[in-house]
């Protein structure tokens, strides 16, 4: 079974300075999504970026960029000039590719990573 | 804006009673999902749909029913409600322009047992 796990329950970052929220991931699959939400207070689960497994080229969307590491299994994003608005829970994803037999197209979460964003 | 409503948004309940939540697209999706969240834990699978009564289970199932009738209606039902089913309550479906590889979430259901 694949897992996710976010060894970073909590991070502060200043404003205007760069963040980066670390992800590991365990899979035997070869091909998978992998994508980074946001939570703010609000509690509406916002889409920030997916990455393809079989794309070598990290996604980037404005401000916020990933390192993913295949043969590592590891997934971080990056958030540059940090703003207040980004202070929310994040949480790491995984989803299996359509190929595989039974996948239904769910997610598989990490735990999160809540991240303070200082004034 | 995936067109997902979640109705009742918030909702308190003694135990041992039926509850009924309800999720609504509007976009014709074929695959839908229902998730719960808790502290420590992350967004956790209770069941999916695949079509008009097609579905099946997740990982914490146990305690939870589905129904879909309709492609735009995906129903979750609490048959006996118990404490440990207090959380909040996503639905989700599959859309993107790539084939269905994003998944979208509505505003969730916070539901309390007493």
């Known amino acids: 079974a694949q897992t996710v796990t976010q060894s970073q329950p909590e991070m502060s970052v200043q404003e205007a300075e760069t963040v980066t929220l670390s992800c590991t991931y365990d899979?035997?699959?070869?091909?998978?999504?992998l994508f980074w939400y946001k939570q703010p207070p609000s509690r509406q689960m916002i889409l920030v970026i997916r990455?393809?497994?079989?794309?070598?080229q990290n996604a980037t969307e404005n401000r916020f960029s990933v390192n993913f590491q295949k043969a590592a299994k590891s997934f971080s994003l990056k958030i540059s000039d940090s703003q207040l608005g980004d202070a929310a829970m994040y949480f790491c994803?995984?989803?299996?590719?359509?190929?595989?037999?039974?996948?239904?197209?769910?997610?598989?979460f990490g735990k999160g990573t809540k991240l303070s964003v200082k004034p | 804006d995936a067109g997902i409503t979640q109705s009742p948004r918030h909702k308190v309940t003694e135990t041992g009673t039926p509850v009924t939540l309800r999720c609504h697209q509007t976009?014709?999706?074929?695959?839908m999902y229902w998730y719960r969240q808790d502290p420590g834990h992350g967004l956790r699978l209770i069941h999916y749909?695949?079509?008009?009564?097609?579905?099946d289970k997740g990982e914490v199932s146990d305690g939870y029913s589905v129904s879909r009738s309709k492609t735009e209606d995906f129903l979750l039902t609490l048959e006996s409600a118990t404490s440990s089913q207090t959380s909040v309550y996503f639905c989700?479906?599959?859309?993107?322009?790539?084939?269905?590889?994003?998944?979208?979430f509505g505003p969730g259901t916070r539901l309390t047992v007493l």
């Open positions: 994803a995984y989803r299996s590719g359509w190929n595989y037999g039974g996948s239904q197209g769910n997610l598989i």
């Open positions: 899979t035997s699959e070869s091909d998978y999504y």
């Open positions: 990455q393809e497994a079989y794309k070598q």
């Open positions: 976009e014709n999706h074929r695959y």
């Open positions: 749909s695949y079509g008009v009564k097609d579905t």
């Open positions: 989700a479906i599959n859309s993107g322009l790539a084939g269905e590889n994003e998944q979208f």
